[in-house]
């Protein structure tokens, strides 16, 4: 295999992993809500890669987006990964009309990278550190400098906003890093299931995150997945239908509009 060949392969696997990542870190964010709040549903890839909405609410509360990188390594302040993220946040933000006034949803980036202490990254983690109104600065600082290339247009598109969207927009950001690998989210998926360690335990995992899969797959081409809510069965083992296909829900994007012939369907339209 010659070069080129060869790092095209690394790209479409490293984006399959991505694509994979963001669909169990939906399904298990969505389990550990569903403890405390079943009526949350989560939506992929119409305003964000994940969105958490609440029942009969058309507007999200959370919009996630995932990095997953194989590597060991830090946030870049300057990189794609987080500059496209502000970029994605600040389209969504446009669409829902609350870039000035109104309830901003919490803007969530899970990495897998570290955000390195003394950067403003670090800054926008949850917790006794976090300081937005430094980030901010940092933010605008970076921004300006145009470097490099790759996320000018970015930077751009943050410091085309007034100074009191920009600071709404920060304020929204929690920056989750350190967040576990693909191959180490099936424990902590399992638990958040109600999946307790058996003979059958990794056959009932894979039942679910197969259904899960093709959720997300099994929609028309061009058109957004839907919204799906899995709810647990009190504190027995889920099987496969009965921790997911029997108890959910499906809000389905306007393109989707009657494709599907799920239980307890319903349109997802922001109309």
């Known amino acids: 295999m010659d070069d080129v060949a060869q790092a095209g392969s690394h790209s479409a696997a490293g984006q399959m992993t991505g694509y994979l990542y963001q669909c169990e ?3 298990l964010e969505l389990a550990e809500r569903s403890w405390e709040d079943i009526s949350i549903e989560v939506r992929m890839e119409v305003l964000d890669d994940v969105e958490f909405l609440y029942a009969e609410t058309k507007d999200p509360f959370v919009l996630l987006q995932s990095k997953h990188r194989e590597k060991s390594g830090q946030l870049s302040e300057t990189g794609k990964d987080f500059w496209r993220s502000v970029a994605s946040w600040i389209d969504a933000l446009t669409v829902l009309g609350c870039l000035s006034s109104g309830t901003v949803p919490l803007l969530r980036l899970v ?3 570290v955000a390195a202490e003394g ?3 670090s800054q926008l983690r949850r917790g006794p550190g976090r300081s937005a109104e430094r980030a901010l600065a940092g ?3 970076v921004a300006r400098a145009g470097e490099p290339r790759s996320t000018a247009e970015d930077c751009k598109k943050f410091l085309g906003l007034t100074s009191a969207q920009r600071r709404r927009l920060v304020e929204a950001i929690e ?3 350190v967040s576990p690998l693909m191959s180490d989210l099936d424990s902590k998926l399992a638990r958040m299931l109600g999946i307790r360690p058996g003979q059958d335990a990794g056959a009932i995992l894979n039942e679910i995150k197969g259904w ?3 959720m997300a797959d099994g929609h028309p081409p061009g058109a957004e997945p839907q919204i799906s809510n899995v709810r647990q069965s009190g504190s027995n ?3 496969p239908w009965s921790a997911a296909a029997d108890n959910a829900k499906f809000r389905k994007a306007p393109a989707e509009a009657g ?3 799920f239980p307890q369907v319903r349109d997802q339209s922001r109309n």
Do not use: C, N, S, V
């Open 259 to 261: 494709a599907f012939a």
């Open 237 to 239: 083992p889920p099987g």
């Open 25 to 27: 870190l939906a399904l």
């Open 139 to 141: 933010m605008e600082r």
């Open 212 to 214: 899960w899969y093709g």
């Open 175 to 177: 920056i989750h890093d």
């Open 111 to 113: 990495t897998t990278q």
């Open 119 to 121: 950067t403003f990254l």
